[in-house]
């Protein structure tokens, strides 16, 4: 089992930026795949950005250009740069690990960005 611990979010203006950081522990050395959800209020949890194990990267079309993913498989961590933040990006961020066929959840950070 993985256990994940999200920090970093927070109230921030229109246009600024915020950095999510994500810790693993447990039974780390399982995991594949590590990933940012979110969900808005009365929305569905989508997928933000993942990153392989061997450091590829995919992102939501909303986010191209603005985050970036990155990971230290040495600290079992994965960090989320978001910049030239919108109001729309306003949601419970969530940390996802992958191990075989289990994701695994971290409880989430919440991010406002004010207009």
């Known amino acids: 089992q993985v256990q994940l611990v999200e920090s970093g979010g927070g109230l921030v203006q229109a246009g600024g930026s915020l950095r999510l950081s994500c810790a693993a522990s447990?039974?780390?050395?399982?995991?594949?795949?590590m990933a940012w959800f979110r969900q808005a209020p009365g929305k569905q949890r989508v997928l933000v950005a993942a990153?392989?194990?061997?450091?590829?990267?995919n992102y939501a079309d909303s986010v191209k250009g603005r985050f970036t993913i990155s990971r230290d498989n040495a600290k079992n961590t994965a960090d989320l740069q978001m910049n030239s933040l919108k109001p729309e990006d306003t949601a419970v961020y969530y940390c996802?690990?992958?191990?075989?066929?289990?994701?695994?959840w971290g409880k989430g950070t919440l991010v406002t960005v004010s207009s």
């Open positions: 990153i392989t194990s061997g450091g590829t990267t």
């Open positions: 996802n690990a992958v191990t075989g066929v289990v994701r695994n």
């Open positions: 447990g039974s780390i050395f399982n995991i594949s795949t």
